[in-house]
Every structure is written in structure tokens, then in C-alpha cells.
């Protein structure tokens, strides 16, 4: 959370997305006067006297460059706290182990990979047990609750089916029940989605795309008005270590400053991409939120103000083979895991980023092994076009 005063908080949320994204958090350097923030490459801090220093002990607890990209990423989802991570599966780990043995997870079945394998793999063994649900149906959502369901975990746009999920309906119905929502706006970005304004009680993201851009660092963050869960959760950092390095804070400070620009373009180049996969003979069931024939249009019309950089598709024929012959053939698009940097990604789930589900959950919620993601980049259009026309001539 920064340092600054309600009064200063409110004026900064009267702002406009920009605005805040290049300053909020931040104030020129106290000793130098530096415009940048500066990266507080230090283990520890002097002290007064025992107990009396200037906010700062030890860097696994706080820092200062740490500390104002806090206050950049709460700003940014609205929020009064802003807690970061090593990771963003860290996050996801901190929050979990803010649980008890015997509490119970609902959580979105189609959902990353690696939040998926902790879930399952980490924390099952530890009673802390997950039901996986399709969250494009609310009344399948509320059928899965228990007396011991104490968290609702929620991705909308799903990794990889681009499911949309109604925040604000199951924050509603969660609440209902007492329970915690927490929401990873990874896909989105605080840029196109603001859960906490929706009903959500926790925003988890993965710094490491969106918000850093530029694909050289990883960090996590969780965003939260609620001072119980930060006090959590700022615990967790102290306790287990899971504490970003101020590298990788300054490097996604630099990233959030071009945001709203990024965006805009990722955003522009995957609508036209889309919109180019759903007219083509080779593709079959193209994923994108921005198509109107996307189930999720409406919703993410509602909940939304773009309709993100991310696309899946399956060929026409279902063909794996075929599939991998595409990702041979791309030379623009990159294979590689990962998502949301300035450059475009083009992956195969089933082997690559989802491959720690098991391959019969994985056909249980329509992840076939011919679906292909796409982080549409903020390179040139019409190279991006060519570069895909290209592959799927190949097959």
C-alpha cells in the first residue's frame, strides 16, 4: 500500500487509467531527487537505534521499490492494498495457505495449468480440497458448495477455453455464503477488468505478463480492500520468503507505465487475428471474447472494457498433428509458454503450459489436443496476418 493520505488516494482514483499508471505509487526520489524509482539493491537497512529505522528492516519483509510498485498495482485495481509476490503461483500459494485443514475450494475448471497442479498436488494432500467447476454456469457453482467451502477461485477469460465468468452474480451468491472471491485477472488486466469493483474480495495476477509486458522478469501480486486479508498475506511474504527482488518490482513499474498503451494494441491485433481464424476453411471453433458468436460476448460487454490479447483455437478436423505442423511452420509468432509480453506466443496447451492435467480432465472440459493459444503481440498487424495465413496453408 503508498504511503499517501485518503484525501491523496482519492484524487489520485479521480484520475484518469494513464495518469495513474505512470504515477501512482511513486514520488521522485527523497535523496536525489531521481524521476524514476529507484532500485534499492540492499539486503538490509541501518537503524537508529534498535527498533527505530525509516520503515524499512529487511528486504525479504519490505522495500522500497517494492513498496511504490504496491502502491502502482492497488491504485490500479482500486484497491487499498497491493501485496507482491515472487510469483504469481506465490500469490496463489500465500493466499491458500491463509486457509485451514478441512476448508474447502471451489474453483474454475478450466483454469492455468499451474494453479491446477498446486491445488491438486500441493494442497489436497494438506486438506485443503478443490472442486473444479464449469463457472459459465452460476448453478453449478452454488450445487458445489459446502459448509467447509471458504474460497471462491475464480479466471475469467479462462486459460486456454476464453470461458467467461459472471464476477458480480458469483460474488453475490459466494457472500451469500460467507465466503472469500478471489479472482485472477491475469487475461484481463486491471486495464479491461476491475474485479473488486464487480464484488471480488482478492485480484490475484501474474506480473510476469501483462503488467511487466516485455517478458524478462516474474513477479506476482494480490490487490485487496480488505486490511485482514493483506495483513494475511503480507505475512505469508515474511514467513515462507515468497518476496520479489527490486529488480523485477522496478522492471514492472517500468512496464505498468505503458499499460494502457500495450494493451490497446494487443487488444487490436487479436480482435482482427480473430476475426481472420473464424473465416478461415482450416479452423474450426475459434476462442476469442470479442467475436459475437464468443457465448461470453454479452458478459464481457458487461464486465469489460476490451476484449484482451489471448485467443485459442482448434482445426476443423481436430487434427494433432496438424496442430503441431502449425507451430513448426510460424516464424513471427514464437513458441513458448508463457503470455502478454510486447511479443506475439503461439503454444499447444495439451503438451505444453496445461500438460499437468491429467488428459482425461483435460477432454472433460473441451481442452482438445488440437487447441492452440495465441498471446497476440503489438507487432504489425498484417505481419502477424501473413505469418498464421502461412502456417494453416501448410496443413
Known amino acids: 500500500m503508498s504511503d499517501s493520505s485518503p484525501n491523496d488516494r482519492a484524487a489520485d482514483a479521480a484520475r484518469g487509467f494513464g495518469t495513474r499508471a505512470v504515477h501512482a505509487g511513486q514520488q521522485p526520489d527523497p535523496a536525489t531527487g531521481a524521476v524514476m524509482t529507484p532500485i534499492y ?28 510498485l504496491e502502491g502502482n498495482l492497488a491504485d490500479l485495481e482500486g484497491a487499498e492494498h497491493g501485496i507482491a509476490f515472487s510469483s504469481g503461483v506465490a500469490g496463489i500459494d500465500a493466499t491458500v495457505k491463509s486457509l485451514r485443514p478441512g476448508d474447502h475450494i471451489v474453483a474454475t475448471d478450466d483454469l492455468y495449468g499451474g494453479t491446477y497442479r498446486l491445488l491438486r498436488e500441493v494442497f489436497d494432500p494438506l486438506n485443503i480440497e478443490t472442486s473444479f467447476v464449469d463457472m459459465s ?32 452474480a458469483l460474488s453475490e451468491r459466494a457472500h451469500d455464503h460467507d465466503m472469500t472471491v478471489a479472482v485472477d485477472n491475469t487475461f484481463a488486466t486491471p486495464y479491461l477488468q476491475q474485479p473488486l469493483s464487480l464484488g471480488a474480495d482478492l485480484v490475484l495476477h501474474s506480473a510476469t505478463k501483462y503488467l511487466g509486458g516485455h517478458s524478462d522478469l516474474i513477479l506476482g501480486a494480490v490487490c485487496t480492500d480488505s486490511d485482514e486479508w493483506a495483513e ?8 515462507t520468503g515468497a518476496s520479489p527482488g527490486p529488480m523485477d518490482c522496478f522492471l514492472t513499474l517500468r512496464g505498468t507505465k505503458t499499460l494502457h498503451l500495450r494493451m490497446e494494441q494487443h487488444c487490436s491485433n487479436a480482435r482482427r487475428l ?50 503441431l505442423t502449425i507451430l513448426d511452420e510460424v516464424d513471427v509468432f514464437t513458441l513458448a509458454e508463457s503470455l502478454g509480453g510486447v511479443e506475439s506466443l503461439i503454444e499447444h496447451p495439451a503438451s505444453m503450459t496445461h500438460a499437468s492435467i491429467p488428459a482425461e480432465e483435460r477432454q472433460k472440459i473441451g481442452l482438445t489436443d488440437s487447441l492452440i493459444r495465441l498471446s497476440v503481440g503489438v507487432e504489425s498487424f498484417d505481419d502477424l496476418r501473413d505469418d498464421l495465413d502461412h502456417a494453416l496453408a501448410q496443413v
Not at 540492499?42 to 511504490?68: C, F, I, L, M, W
Not at 494475511?232 to 514467513?239: G, H, P, T
Not at 464481457?300 to 476443423?316: D, H, P, T, V
Open 41 to 68: 539493491q540492499t539486503s538490509t537497512y541501518a537503524q537508529e537505534a534498535p527498533g527505530d529505522h525509516k520503515g524499512h528492516e529487511y528486504s525479504r519483509v519490505s522495500n522500497p521499490t517494492r513498496t511504490a
Open 137 to 168: 454456469d452460476p448453478d453449478a457453482v452454488t450445487a458445489a458448495f459446502t459448509d467447509a467451502t471458504t474460497l471462491l477461485w475464480v479466471e475469467t477469460p479462462t486459460n486456454p477455453l476464453m470461458r467467461l465468468v459472471d464476477i458480480e
Open 232 to 239: 494475511k498475506l503480507r505475512f505469508q511474504v515474511k514467513s
Open 274 to 323: 480473430a476475426q481472420m481464424l473464424n473465416a478461415h476453411e482450416t479452423v474450426g471453433h475459434v476462442r476469442y471474447p470479442g467475436l459475437p458468436s464468443h457465448p461470453g460476448h454479452a458478459l464481457a460487454q458487461k464486465q469489460m472494457s476490451g476484449y484482451g490479447g489471448m485467443i485459442s483455437f482448434e482445426l476443423a478436423d481436430d487434427d494433432m498433428d496438424k496442430a
